[in-house]
C-alpha cells in the first residue's frame, strides 16, 4: 500500500468503533503506519494528539482530514474531562503520541484509567515502539526487560536510578537525550559495570544506527564524537547471573516510583513483584504507601 492512501472501506463502524482507541504511529519512516490505524484514524470523531503539528505532518503524507486536538502532560488536568465527555456522548477518540505507541511515557494511561472506571470502551490498534525496535536490533537478550524510561537529568538522581536497578534479571531499556548520551553511558559504566550495551538512533529513518560494545566503550565514543542527531534508545544487557540477587527496600521503592509516573497502581505493583520476585500483596501495600506520600 502506498503511503498517502485510505484505503477503500476502512472508515467503517467496525474499524473505527465507539469509544477510546489507542493507535501506534511510525517512530519515523510514514510507511510504518498499518492499514487498520489509518481507516480508525480517517473515522475518527476527534483525534487526541500529543501535538497537533507532528500528527499534522503525519496526516498530510497519508490524506487524513480528521479534526485534531492537543493532549499531553501540561494540559491533560483540564482536556482530560473535555475527552470524557466527548466520549460519554457516544463520539469516537482517537489517541496518539507524537510517535510510536501512546501510553509510554505519556500521560495517556490516565485517559484509559477513567475510561475503564467510567465503562467505556476501550481498544488499542498495535504498532511501532522504539523500545521493541531497540531491543531486537540491540543483539541482547530479550527475553525480560525493563522499561526505564528517560533518566534524571542530574549526575547524582540519575546514579542512584541506575543503582536501584542494578539488580534487575533483564536487559534495561532506556530513553536519552543525545545530549546527556555520553554522561549517562559513563554513570552506567559506573553504577553497572562493564555491560554490553546497544545505542540506537534515528530508528527506522535513512540514518538508522546502531552501535553496540561495553558501556564504558560506548561512552568514551560519545565523548570524543559529541552528541549525535536524532532520538537516542539505549539497550543495556542484564547483569551477569552472579551479580543478580534479591533487590533490596530502596531498589523496590525506586522501580515503583518510576512505574507510577505512568501506570496504574496495580499494573505498577504487578511488574515491580514479577521483576523483583516478592510476594505482589506486600509490593502493592508498599505502593499504596508510596502512592499516598504523593497524593
Known amino acids: 500500500m502506498a503511503p498517502g492512501l485510505v484505503p477503500k472501506g476502512l472508515v467503517s463502524k467496525g474499524l473505527a468503533p465507539k469509544g477510546l482507541i489507542i493507535v501506534a504511529t511510525p517512530i519515523g519512516n510514514a510507511a510504518d503506519i498499518s492499514a487498520r490505524a489509518l481507516g480508525v484514524l480517517a473515522g475518527a470523531d476527534v483525534v487526541a494528539c500529543e501535538d497537533t503539528r507532528v500528527t499534522a505532518k503525519l496526516f498530510a503524507v497519508h490524506g487524513i482530514r480528521a479534526p485534531m486536538l492537543p493532549y499531553h502532560e501540561h494540559n491533560a488536568q483540564t482536556q482530560r474531562p473535555k475527552l470524557m465527555e466527548r466520549l460519554k456522548g457516544g463520539e469516537t477518540v482517537a489517541l496518539v503520541s507524537d510517535a510510536g505507541t501512546p501510553l509510554i511515557s505519556d500521560p495517556g494511561y490516565r485517559l484509559v484509567r477513567d475510561c475503564i472506571e467510567a465503562g467505556i470502551a476501550l481498544t488499542c490498534v498495535p504498532g511501532p515502539s522504539s523500545v521493541t525496535t531497540a531491543l531486537a536490533l540491540s543483539g541482547l537478550p530479550t527475553n525480560r526487560f525493563f522499561f526505564q524510561g528517560f533518566l534524571p537529568a542530574k549526575r547524582a538522581a540519575r546514579l542512584a536510578a541506575l543503582e536501584a536497578v542494578a539488580g534487575v534479571p533483564g536487559s534495561l531499556v532506556i530513553l536519552e537525550s543525545a545530549n546527556r548520551l555520553a554522561d549517562m553511558l559513563a554513570d552506567a559504566a559506573q553504577a553497572l559495570g562493564e555491560r554490553e ?75 515491580v513483584a514479577r521483576l523483583s520476585g516478592r510476594p505482589r500483596r506486600q509490593v502493592y501495600a508498599r505502593a499504596l504507601q508510596l502512592a499516598s506520600e504523593t497524593s
Open 197 to 271: 550495551a546497544a545505542v540506537t538512533r534515528e530508528l527506522t529513518k535513512r540514518f538508522e544506527e546502531v552501535r553496540r560494545g561495553p558501556l564504558g566503550e560506548l561512552a568514551r565514543h560519545y565523548q570524543a564524537a559529541g552528541a549525535p542527531k536524532g532520538e537516542v534508545t539505549v539497550v543495556i544487557g542484564p547483569a551477569p547471573a552472579d551479580d543478580v540477587g534479591e533487590l533490596d527496600d530502596d531498589a523496590v521503592d525506586a522501580m515503583l516510583r518510576s512505574e507510577l509516573e505512568t501506570s496504574s497502581l496495580r499494573d505498577a505493583a504487578d511488574k
